[in-house]
């Protein structure tokens, strides 16, 4: 029996538990599988007592790691403000969703993945940036956001569909280009007007790879006009696109990230068995 039957056998026996103190254990050679961890909690807030919510995030994270084979992980959370909310200009980044404070367990949840989890944040950086940031050969991005998993090359776990994608370099920046002629409605990012999915697909079919930013700066410029259309061009791409590397990030926040920290559920697992 594969460790994902295995899990899916526990889940059946033990419908109302956790896993901690239970869970077979994961490959400790294997990749780190670096989590975006916001929506985690939008998944699990709906809960009717906290006490099921966090069983039912327990089990999303372990479910994550069993499919990426790996008792290595590294969580990452959006707290606060990030760099965007300043750089946006033209109206306000995110502005298009609806406030309202969330339910209590959502404070609660985020406070137990950080200190049962270890899961980290860096003032002024997305969840997003991070698990890209530190993203290596050796490592698996594990994220349901789409703005992740299309714009960086690799091999990524979509948690939110429970499928793998694997994304080429060319599929990465196509898709940057693409969203910069559509923008990201679900950022409240507008890009150009009246450009959606198919008109920004017919834009840059049979385009060069090298000349797709030319493509996009000129209907920048031909909507605006070359001052404005410069102007909301480069908004816009720091808007919409996910900070790769450390450099990235020290060159367009100047936060300088630490060392990756890796945390291994096993040792998560035996430290609960040893509480109960």
């Known amino acids: 029996m594969g460790i994902g039957e295995t899990i899916e056998s526990l889940w059946e026996d033990n419908s109302n538990e956790s896993l901690f103190g239970i869970l077979p254990e994961l490959p400790e050679d294997g990749p780190v599988a670096l989590i975006d961890g916001d929506s985690l909690l939008y998944y699990e807030m709906g809960k009717a007592t906290l006490e099921e919510a966090m069983v039912c995030l327990d089990r999303r994270i372990i479910d994550i790691l069993a499919r990426c084979n790996t008792a290595r992980f ?32 959502f404070y609660a949840l985020k406070e137990y993945i950080q200190q049962t989890w270890n899961f980290k944040f860096v003032k002024g950086l997305e969840a997003d940036d991070l698990v890209v ?24 776990y979509n948690y939110g569909k429970t499928e793998w994608i694997t994304i080429n370099s060319t599929e990465a920046e196509y898709f940057l280009w693409k969203q910069m002629l559509m923008g990201d409605p679900g950022d409240g990012v507008p890009g150009v ?83 109960s």
């Not at 959370?77 to 339910?103: E, H, M, Q, W």
């Open 74 to 105: 590294a969580g990452f959370l959006t707290i606060g403000r990030c760099f965007r909310y300043d750089v946006a200009k033209s109206r306000p980044y995110k502005g298009n969703r609806k406030g309202g404070a969330k339910p209590p367990i």
């Open 133 to 156: 940031a530190y993203k290596t050969g050796n490592s698996i991005l594990c994220s349901p956001d789409k703005d992740v998993i299309y714009q960086t090359k690799g091999k990524h």
């Open 193 to 275: 007007p009246k450009i959606g999915p198919k008109t920004a697909e017919l834009i840059l079919k049979d385009q060069k790879l090298t000349d797709m930013p030319t493509v996009v700066l000129n209907k920048y410029i031909e909507k605006f006009g070359i001052q404005k259309g410069i102007s909301i061009f480069g908004e816009t791409f720091n808007l919409l696109y996910i900070l790769r590397s450390a450099d990235d990030v020290l060159q367009s926040t100047g936060i300088e990230l630490e060392e990756l920290e890796i945390f291994n559920v096993n040792i998560l697992n035996t430290n609960s068995n040893d509480k």
